[in-house]
């Protein structure tokens, strides 16, 4: 990995946010390789523009790593100096779990969004393709295959997704680079 690949990233990341005219976002953080790398690059670019970031973080109390992947956020958050919310949810059943906990994350992010944030996700290239995939074998319409927004709306929420159009290999590099931890 390179400076000019950082660069790159970097300039890419700040016009996404651009793109939503808004200052204040809230990123949404697993503790993953992704969502690592898109708090480290919020961080070298807090200085630069005049955007404001807090994190989240959902514990989805269902794998047996998630106590260890929330004290991750919190320590790392702790270290960039990002204010973190933490929150809990549970399955109601057995079914569709992919589904429940999908929709349990997304209520909980815009219950703690402020009336003028952004929810910035780490969906990158790679989760673009398997979502296309992932709909054209359900059946969907040319409208439904049209996959993931970079700038988006939900329930009357702004989502960004500033990686979009980063392959998952090119943020593994940059993690290397910047020898981040992740769970």
Do not use: W
Not at 26 to 31: F, M, P, V
Not at 140 to 169: D, T
């Amino acid at each position: 990995m390179d400076n000019l690949n950082l660069s790159f990233l970097k300039e890419n990341f700040k016009k996404t946010l651009q793109k939503t005219n808004k200052t204040k976002f809230l990123l949404a953080i697993s503790g993953g390789v992704d969502s690592m790398l898109l708090l480290k690059i919020a961080t070298l670019i807090k200085n630069e523009e005049s955007f404001n970031f807090r994190a989240i973080h959902i514990n989805h109390n269902y794998s047996s790593n998630t106590e260890k992947m929330e004290k991750h956020c919190s320590d790392i958050c702790h270290e960039y100096s990002i204010n973190l919310v933490i929150k809990n949810i549970n399955l109601l059943s057995d079914k569709n779990i992919e589904e429940q906990l999908r929709n349990k994350r997304y209520e909980s992010f815009f219950s703690d969004m402020y009336k003028d944030e952004v929810l910035v996700l780490a969906h990158h290239e790679d989760d673009q393709f398997e979502t296309f995939l992932y709909r054209l074998f359900r059946g969907a319409s040319p409208r439904g295959l049209s996959s993931i927004k970079e700038i988006s709306q939900r329930k009357n929420k702004i989502l960004c997704r500033p990686f979009l159009k980063v392959p998952k290999k090119n943020i593994i590099e940059l993690s290397r680079y910047f020898k981040l931890k992740f769970i």
